[in-house]
């Protein structure tokens, strides 16, 4: 059953204890995240607001100071509730035991034959260390021939396996001797995006694009069982609350958690567009709503409105999440200076193609 705003703007307040202050400020939210006007349009039911306007509730009230709040925002609407980076942290015992780790797998590769052979063979004595400044000639430079660099390259490959240390790090080390630190928790996010998927709402029935695809988010951690469980838990969460930020608010998606009713009128909408062979919206909603006799808050009023859910489904506009970066390593801060380097030559002389010192000296990617 849908009412007009201001009844359901006292329903609201009944329904929750608010105060007036607390009120205004829900309301905001509700308008400013365009629930009201989806509501308004059918796409949304008077339990979607109530639920909605309670997790606001629930914020407001844990919070200190209510009338300092302009956006209060839980994370279960997308384009809220971002932080700035995601927080890879650790708890002090996974810290302890990862330098532990790190110092054990040090220890190891010292010993390994074929490291003491490259530094015999290459770095003229095996027990010869390099300093930061010619080991980063040798990875993001020019020192050394190619055949001894295809050497090295192999060699930190090997040792990055063995030891889950990152090839730079493993080429550092065998260079200078320096202990790599194992990460012990890893957080990667894979994004899977098409900047026509909406289209195909629209297009005829047989599809030539070949890269027809939902719009999916895929985040990937990796931690060594003895990190804390709430390390992992927080990476998550951290990751997941950029994922749903949407990029910039012009290009924000809708990320909050789907009512069963959208999911349910998205689920009849695609078999209906793949038995019938036809995307006809207008007939798509007319069926759904005539399904929906015992139940007249499940109807979309707007002929519209069920093809904007099935848009929103496909394309939820994740964003791009940020990390928050470990403490620099020699090795790291070596390939940042050969990489400004290269960049002041390339202001100064032009183009890599109009200079082939440009070209030789650039820093070399060994994470490739």
Request: aromatic share 8%; net charge neutral; charged share 30%.
């Amino acid at each position: 059953m849908c009412v007009d705003l201001l009844q359901l703007k006292a329903w609201v307040k009944r329904k929750l204890s608010l105060d007036a202050d607390q009120l205004e400020a829900i309301w905001h939210e509700l308008y400013r995240g365009k629930w009201l006007a989806e509501y308004e349009q059918g796409a949304l039911t008077t339990q979607d607001i109530i639920d909605e306007a309670e997790t606001h509730a629930n914020v407001l009230r844990n919070t200190e100071r209510p009338d300092r709040i302009v956006r209060p925002s839980p994370p279960s609407r997308g384009d809220r509730g971002a932080i700035e980076k995601v927080e890879v942290s650790l708890d002090a015992y996974s810290a302890r035991r990862a330098s532990t780790f790190s110092e054990v797998a040090a220890m190891l590769a010292e010993r390994q034959a074929s490291v003491r052979a490259f530094r015999a063979e290459c770095l003229r004595g095996v027990e010869v260390r390099l300093g930061e400044e010619e080991a980063g000639a040798w990875l993001y430079g020019n020192h050394g021939s190619a055949d001894v660099r295809e050497r090295l390259h192999v060699l930190a490959g090997q040792l990055s396996r063995a030891y889950r240390w990152r090839k730079d790090a493993a080429a550092w080390f065998v260079l200078t001797g320096d202990v790599p630190f194992v990460k012990p928790l890893n957080v990667r996010v894979r994004l899977n995006s098409s900047a026509n998927v909406c289209s195909y709402l629209d297009a005829p029935y047989d599809l030539e694009d070949p890269h027809t695809i939902v719009e999916t988010a895929e985040i990937t951690i990796v931690a060594e069982p003895w990190v804390d469980a709430e390390a992992v838990a927080k990476a998550y969460r951290d990751a997941t609350r950029q994922l749903r930020a949407g990029g910039s608010a012009a290009k924000s998606g809708d990320n909050r958690k789907k009512n069963h009713r959208t999911l349910d009128a998205i689920r009849f909408a695609a078999r209906h567009i793949r038995e019938s062979g036809r995307i006809e919206w207008p007939e798509i909603t007319a069926r759904w709503n005539a399904e929906q006799n015992n139940n007249p808050e499940r109807r979309y009023k707007s002929r519209n409105t069920l093809r904007q859910a099935l848009a929103r489904f496909l394309q939820p506009r994740y964003g791009s999440p940020t990390f928050m970066p470990y403490e620099s390593e020699p090795w790291q801060r070596q390939r940042e200076a050969a990489t400004a380097r290269k960049d002041m030559r390339i202001r100064s002389y032009g183009s890599p193609e109009t200079s082939d010192s440009v070209i030789s000296e650039g820093p070399r990617d060994w994470l490739e």
